[in-house]
């Protein structure tokens, strides 16, 4: 019994839990394979702009395989379009208004939850990204910032861009939205230097993601 | 092992109590027909409108159709233990060492008040003068052998003699149980042909400890009019009692909830740890000032952590809050009750434990450890930022994408108000805009003529959409577009009818938008924007 009461005692504790030193890696959907392959690395910030959908996809599979991902003063996403791209809403936190603590509920949830996802605000100080980032990296979250506008983050280790996009399914006053091919492309620092771009049906006409093939997935009207 | 009698208990009961606290707090008639609703479901109704056939878990439109003139009020658990906080206070002028199962339903020991009002009958009577003018006469008192039976004897009013509950409950049927979380076990019963509490007694008890575990164990006894509890209650080692300290006096009800999270985590997890569950504990809160406040919270099952803190919760609503709100309608402005500074400790005290069954928190962390992690920190955003800035997404019946999605403050209990499930005719398909505009923001949908796109009576667009702008942006060259799908919904209503068609839009940069038209106006219509398939 004593042993018992030893190891919970031990595992009940979360601050003397370490990060692992081999940092792990959080998977991603196969589609989006080819610009990640080694999925969303532990302690790394992974910048996103161009496409809300994209955000959601790229937090499905882990957040599907069990990860909590926390969206931080996001515009108000559809919960059926998270829900049908992958994502487990139950752990899908937000804070939509965090207002002048932007810095601090970001920095809060990155110790907290494995993935955070965060529009940057227009203004903010050097000495906070940079504190920010090395947060990051200590705490093995996975931090995801996402740029509108003119916002910038500079110590970005990835950056992941959706480029264009053409719908089908839709016409001259007939159809409706169906899927939508769009180009993503990935840059970054170190193993990410070497860009990397892939074409994708995103969403599909399920809501979900495929890797573009020739053919479409669904019959076009 | 001595197979100790349990202790003789004094049970107060006000049935219906969410319609006797809803009554006080919006100020409907007494004998008016009232009915308390969750979810578009009754949760509890008046005798005046059970007697015309509302029951409980009766949809509204069933329940208004057998009672047309039905008063439907939503169920407020706050309001339900702020108008008890004067019921307890008062049961405690007669007897010590009250505990409180619920709003609406008290239990208190009676073995040493008995020789002061000389008998039972005595007893009772001293009670209901307490308490009846309170509870608008509407309360029962009864007196049994443990708490289980004590409950039961007080939904009849009656004094169960000493060593008979088990014959007083027989006759019960299994159902009873249900109410105490053993549903599955209820179900399972009467599948097996056991349908009365005395059927279930009856059984081996070592028998039902092997199929069905310590709970069922545990039901075993209740309905056995044994001792409620586990044989042995162990006497809870002092230094499981937790003490907060609050920086700053509070006087929120939520700040202090919040603040106390984590204590209660600890609460619970350090009884865990001696291998206890608890089932009563006493939580003792302190002003500034030095006043206190002292209640005995008792739980049918175990105490777990979100349990304390909605027992903090309903404790401090009543006594913050509780001659404040009642306002206006109040019968007894007593402010004396009512503390004159901010909380400023809480203590919280194991009364009764059981050993743990099957309550264990999981043994090697894992996947619960992260949630727990994650709901530490948010708990912590939330206090920072107020109640409502954390929420959590969830998917709503509708047929706008914006009903669709609903935003569930953190650590609240969601509460469906439309079934997700139903088909919803006049839903778009998938995909969904993955981005919501909330509220909608007024767009520019404009034909070649520069004009706003009109929709005829047949649903048609009369000129088909060429430009669309959000706000004061340049509009922009439509590419394609598809609609108008009419939504014609509620329109027997007139409060919250809405007449409206959606069209999709996809401008010269390849993005696509969701557009609502207002078709209440056909000749000068207005649109907004709802979504963007970003």
Request: with cysteine; aromatic share 6%; proline share 9%.
């Amino acid at each position: 019994m004593a042993d018992v009461a030893t190891l919970l005692s031990s595992t009940a504790n979360p601050a003397t839990v370490a990060p692992r030193p081999t940092a792990p890696t959080l998977p991603v959907s196969p589609a989006l394979a080819p610009v990640l392959p080694d999925g969303l690395r532990r302690g790394s910030t992974v910048a996103v702009s161009g496409s809300v959908s994209l955000l959601l996809a790229l937090l499905a599979t882990a957040s599907d395989e069990g990860a909590w991902c926390a969206l931080v003063g996001m515009p108000p996403i559809s919960a059926e379009a998270a829900q049908d791209v992958g994502i487990e809403l139950s752990r899908l936190p937000m804070v939509p208004h965090p207002g002048e603590n932007w810095v601090v509920v970001v920095g809060a949830l990155i110790d907290a939850v494995d993935v955070v996802v965060a529009r940057v605000p227009a203004r903010l100080a050097d000495g906070d990204i940079r504190r920010l980032a090395a947060r990051v990296r200590s705490r093995g979250a996975v931090f995801m910032p996402f740029l509108t506008g003119r916002a910038h983050w500079p110590h970005a280790d990835v950056r992941i861009a959706a480029e264009g996009g053409s719908w089908s399914g839709i016409g001259l006053g007939y159809g409706r939205l169906r899927q939508r091919q769009i180009t993503v492309s990935a840059n970054g620092r170190g193993s990410a230097a070497r860009p990397r771009s892939t074409a994708l049906w995103l969403p599909t006409a399920s809501g979900g993601i495929e890797p573009y093939l020739s053919q479409p997935l669904a019959a076009v009207v | 092992m001595s197979t100790a009698t349990p202790p003789r208990m004094a049970t107060v009961w006000c049935p219906d109590w969410p319609v006797t606290a809803a009554r006080m707090t919006s100020g409907a008639p007494g004998d008016a027909p009232v009915a308390v609703f969750t979810a578009n479901h009754v949760v509890a109704c008046s005798a005046v409108a059970r007697s015309v056939g509302v029951r409980r878990g009766m949809r509204r439109r069933e329940a208004q159709y057998r009672c047309p003139d039905l008063v439907v009020l939503p169920r407020d658990e706050t309001a339900e233990a702020r108008c008890f906080e004067p019921v307890i206070t008062a049961v405690e002028s007669v007897v010590p060492a009250v505990e409180v199962t619920r709003p609406g339903l008290a239990a208190a020991g009676v073995r040493g008040p008995i020789r002061r009002f000389e008998g039972e009958s005595g007893l009772i009577d001293a009670l209901w003068r307490a308490v009846g003018w309170l509870t608008e006469d509407a309360c029962q008192i009864g007196i049994a052998d443990g708490s289980f039976a004590a409950e039961q004897a007080a939904r009849l009013g009656r004094i169960v003699p000493a060593g008979e509950s088990a014959d007083f409950l027989a006759n019960f049927p299994v159902s009873t149980l249900s109410a105490f979380g053993h549903a599955e076990l209820v179900d399972l019963l009467q599948r097996l042909g056991i349908h009365t509490l005395g059927g279930f007694a009856a059984l081996p008890a070592k028998d039902v400890s092997m199929r069905f575990g310590p709970a069922g164990a545990w039901a075993h006894r209740q309905a056995g009019g044994r001792d409620d509890r586990p044989i042995v209650v162990r006497e809870p080692p002092p230094e499981c009692t937790i003490t907060v300290e609050l920086d700053t006096p509070v006087d929120r009800v939520d700040v202090v909830a919040f603040s106390a999270r984590s204590a209660a985590e600890r609460f619970i997890s350090g009884l865990a740890a001696r291998g206890l569950s608890c089932a009563c504990f006493e939580l003792e809160a302190f002003t500034d000032n030095g006043e206190q406040l002292t209640r005995r919270w008792r739980h049918p099952g175990v105490l777990t952590a979100p349990d304390v803190v909605d027992r903090i919760r309903w404790q401090l609503e009543g006594w913050l809050h509780g001659m404040a709100a009642r306002g206006g309608g109040g019968t007894d402005p007593d402010p004396g009750d009512r503390p004159t500074a901010g909380i400023t400790r809480l203590r919280f005290v194991p009364v009764e434990t059981v050993p743990t069954g099957a309550h264990q928190q999981s043994l090697w962390g894992g996947a619960g450890e992260a949630g727990e992690r994650a709901h530490r920190a948010l708990a912590r955003v939330q206090t920072m930022l107020g109640l409502g800035s954390v929420v959590v997404p969830a998917i709503e019946g509708g047929r706008s994408p914006l009903d669709r999605t609903q935003l569930v403050p953190w650590g609240e209990e969601r509460v469906s108000v439309r079934e997700p499930a139903r088909p919803w005719p006049g839903r778009l398909p998938s995909p969904a805009p993955s981005v919501l505009i909330d509220p909608p923001r007024p767009a520019k949908v404009l034909d070649e003529g520069g004009q706003p796109v009109r929709v005829s009576d047949r649903g048609a667009v009369v000129r088909p959409p060429r430009c669309f702008g959000v706000g004061n942006e340049a509009p922009v060259a439509v590419t394609s577009w598809a609609g108008p799908w009419p939504v014609d919904e509620r329109w027997w209503d007139p409060a919250t009818a809405s007449r409206v068609v959606r069209l999709q839009l996809v401008d010269v940069r390849g993005r696509a938008y969701l557009v609502v038209g207002d078709m209440s106006a056909p000749a000068a219509p207005t649109w907004h924007l709802e979504g963007v398939y970003d």
